[in-house]
């Protein structure tokens, strides 16, 4: 059975949507805990220039140290950040080169991905037309194959699937060219409200917030990056859950930000550079790469979580990181930026809501 669902608003394309291993009693009784992991970008290297910049072993290994925690998920997201394309496109033109990167995956590149565990991902960034319409086509083309639930562009805003009997909408959000609008409010209502009506769980994502190692902290205000609206990821994720989102997981300032938790629903405002590879500043904070696991209900609430620490060194990729650097910084950013948060992070990872003190 395949779910399909559009606004008037929007083309009438398909996005990609589908069952995804349902057992055979999974429609007469759904799941009391769903496992939902979510790390930030994912560049695994690219072909352009050259394919100097693709990493060792055509690509194979990168994602291996963490294929155990990801393969775990129920649902497992990432950030895509570039386009998967082996051949030609059109690359963009940038008014200033010196900040000007442009990134493409070779198409067997989605093979580690799914080898991974990777059941979910947002295209929905300022990457995602590096290549112009080639090559955010050839990305939509290869997810689909693959089988990867993806969105967040014009061609494909929101997408729903099942699996093991609960139903999931996901919708991605950025403030970028070809993208779903992060700052058009009343759109994206629109859209999470309607995956609410169709969904046992909806996961937002978006790509918003300055950039640079100097962004770690919340500001609650509209953030402006190179002269363009990154938006107020804030502001943005209680929207969100305002409308009907369950989970919201964040990334774009290429560093890790503060969680919290809303309404009882779980928020990640940034999960920084995950597995990114030859081309990022991943120097200090940009390196630490959090894997955030979260457990829900079948209501989407969330009941429990823990912060894997992992960091990427030299040209990129994710390995253990024994100093914990991922933990600490979201702890401390954490109680800095949200003191009211009723979130509990211990030094090992694991998160709680803190007990509420007895009523006299």
Known sequence: MKKIAFFSFFLPVICFS???AISDDATQVKLKTI???????????????????????????????????ISKGDVSFGNLEGVILTGEGPVKKCSDPKVCYAFKMPDHY???LVEAGFNLLSVANNHTRD??????????????????????LEECPYTTFEKDGISYGFAAFAPNTGTIKMNDYT??????????SISDIVIISFHGGAEGSTMKHITRKTEIFLGENRGNPYEFARMAIDAGADVVLGHGPHVTRAVGVYKGRFIAYSLGNFATYGRFNLSGSNGIAPIIEIDVD???????????????IGEGGPIIDEQNQAVKEIQELTQTDIPECILNIQSDGI???????PKR
């Open 18 to 20: 589908q069952n995804l």
């Open 35 to 69: 496992k939902i992991i979510g790390v930030g970008d994912i560049m695994l290297g690219t072909n352009f220039p050259n394919s100097s910049y693709l990493p060792p072993n055509n690509g194979k290994d990168i994602l291996l140290p963490v294929k155990e925690i």
């Open 110 to 112: 989605v093979n580690y």
């Open 131 to 152: 290549f112009g319409s080639v090559g955010a086509a050839n990305t939509l083309r290869i997810l689909n194959k693959a089988g990867i639930p993806h969105a967040g």
């Open 187 to 196: 759109t994206a209502r629109k859209i999470i409200s309607h995956l609410d």
């Open 298 to 312: 079948n209501n989407g609430k969330f009941l429990r979580g823990k912060i894997h620490a992992y960091k990427q």
């Open 351 to 357: 998160i709680t809501k803190k007990k509420e003190p």
